[in-house]
């Protein structure tokens, strides 16, 4: 068993890089590149050599391209640096000619002066992406001139709270890992992945901060600082980071004792991922405890009015649209007094849950009754239920004993992928009311043009599927121990 969950890994992993590599090909040649400007505001304004400049350097920050000025050319390979940047010389000459062989295309600014770009192949562009997609910290990472004696080291120290923590200097977190209250509860900086900046949205911001950072206004909190300072401040001082000396401020030596003062801030909102998960699970577990409970009465009243009253249900779920049946149920909502955008109260009020959750579960019974509806019928018409019959066991010990426990197989494996889907968020749910959760993330990214975070959003969701098939074939085992996943012996 130990050996076919190791192999399944493997396999899920590679699939799930697959998947990655084929979606970052496509969105970097099927797509002209051009296009990724449609939606940047700051370009609109620009023109001219300043316009040239951005868009390269902008294509060389995304992976396309490898940009290179004039000057740099000379700076990196000549050995006659001054006689290079001069212009009109041999030497200036013979550089450009290098890299035209080297497969840079050689073009010129409205002022004269030379730049170069080599495109990227699929390959290249593969390569260059997962060249630094882990990202491991350690000791060595920093490289600060202004600081030459900056100790190198791990050790165990203690953080605001007084919670020991392993730390680092020379590090580019100083908390490696450590300890709080929120899940999974151990944390920890020293690897991370590295899915590039969000652009044109959220600007320069890290992808998966965007995911996972909070939202809302700042969260003032009273801390403890390790100069011994102990003010409100929205900072997060697990997540320092090392900040050069030539940009340390007045306002970073109150605070911190060395250069570890680039610190996140908290927000006194959930972040996007964690809305959407809110929202899934309670509904989820709502869907679940109303549809399987009708499920297996219908299926024990088959053909009987309960049975027509579910069947019915379930055709009227099925057939309208679920966007008229959320603006259905929102409209009745109103009129208990229930806000029909969930900004209106925000996250700390109760009201802005009630319809989202209503609706995300009521959308789901209808699948999950009619599937549980199906697999107690099928059992209850196989052999081994006729045999118990034909041994006298009662109607109920004949339901509870034999039918359910196989009936339900299926449906729990099915609970895994069911929590995953719910991290994506639902989007018409969520767009319909306001949401600030994933519901929209990926669709949005593609309409956007934001390569990375189609990127970074492809890697989670496929990632958690193809786990969460495996989780769920791990539980067919937990509930039912004769169904075996391998051959004998392996």
Same mark, same amino acid.
């Given at each position: ?279 899934? =699970?309670?509904?989820?577990? $709502?869907?679940?405890?109303?549809? %399987? !409970?009708?499920? &297996?009465? @219908? ?104 039918? =359910?426990?196989?009936?339900? $197989?299926?449906?729990?494996?099915? %609970? !895994?992928?069911? &929590?995953? @889907? ?30 990375n975070m189609v990127i970074t959003l492809t890697f989670i969701f496929t990632g958690l599927s193809v786990f969460a098939v495996l989780v769920g074939d ?17």
């Open positions: 068993m130990k050996n076919y969950i190791l192999s399944r890994i493997i396999k899920s992993i590679i699939a799930l890089f697959v998947v990655l590599s084929i979606v970052i090909v496509m969105l970097f040649t099927l797509i002209p590149r051009v296009n990724i400007f449609k939606n940047d505001t700051s370009i609109q304004r620009m023109k001219g050599d300043e316009k040239t400049s951005y868009m390269y350097n902008k294509w060389d920050e995304l992976g396309y391209l490898d940009f290179i000025t004039f000057n740099e050319m000379c700076y990196a390979s000549s050995d006659d640096v001054k006689a290079c940047v001069s212009g009109d010389t041999k030497e200036a000459a013979d550089i450009l000619q290098e890299y035209e062989n080297n497969g840079y295309i050689i073009e010129q600014f409205s002022d004269g002066s030379y730049y170069g770009y080599y495109e990227y192949n699929p390959l290249e562009i593969l390569g260059n992406f997962y060249s630094h997609f882990i990202q491991i910290d350690h000791p060595n990472k920093i490289e600060d001139p202004d600081n030459p004696d900056l100790e190198r080291k791990y050790y165990i120290g203690s953080d605001q709270n007084g919670v020991p923590a392993v730390m680092c200097s020379g590090c580019e977190y100083k908390y490696q890992i450590y300890f709080d209250g929120s899940f999974p509860f151990i944390h920890q900086n020293i690897i991370s992945l590295d899915f590039g900046t969000s652009y044109p949205t959220k600007l320069g911001i890290d992808t998966m901060n965007v995911i996972a950072d909070g939202q809302g206004n700042a969260k003032m909190e009273e801390q403890t600082f390790p100069t011994g300072s102990t003010q409100n401040s929205p900072l997060l001082q697990h997540s320092c980071r090392y900040k050069p000396t030539s940009t340390l401020d007045r306002m970073d030596t109150t605070k911190f004792t060395d250069n570890y003062a680039n610190c996140d801030t908290q927000y006194d909102s959930p972040s996007m991922i964690s809305t959407s998960l809110t929202f899934g =699970l309670i509904s989820l577990f $709502i869907a679940y405890l109303i549809a %399987i !409970p009708a499920g &297996i009465y @219908m299926a024990r009243k088959k053909g009987k009015l309960a049975d027509k009253i579910g069947i019915v249900y379930i055709n009227f779920l099925s057939a309208v649209p679920s966007l008229a049946f959320i603006f259905f149920v929102k409209q009745i909502g109103q009129g208990f007094g229930l806000p029909d955008k969930f900004p209106h109260y925000g996250f700390g009020d109760i009201r802005s849950y009630i319809l989202p959750i209503i609706i995300l579960a009521l959308l789901s019974t209808s699948s999950l009754m009619m599937w549980t509806r199906r697999y107690m019928i099928d059992q209850s018409n196989s052999d081994y239920v006729k045999f118990a019959r034909a041994k006298g066991l009662s109607e109920g010990e004949i339901f509870n004993r034999h039918i =359910l426990k196989n009936a339900i $197989i299926p449906i729990v494996n099915q %609970i !895994p992928v069911s &929590i995953v @889907m719910t991290i994506s968020g639902s989007v018409i749910t969520e767009t319909v009311f306001a949401i600030p959760g994933m519901g929209k993330m990926l669709p949005d990214s593609i309409n956007m043009l934001n390569n791990l539980l067919m085992t937990v509930i039912d121990p004769r169904i075996k996943l391998t051959e004998k012996g392996e």
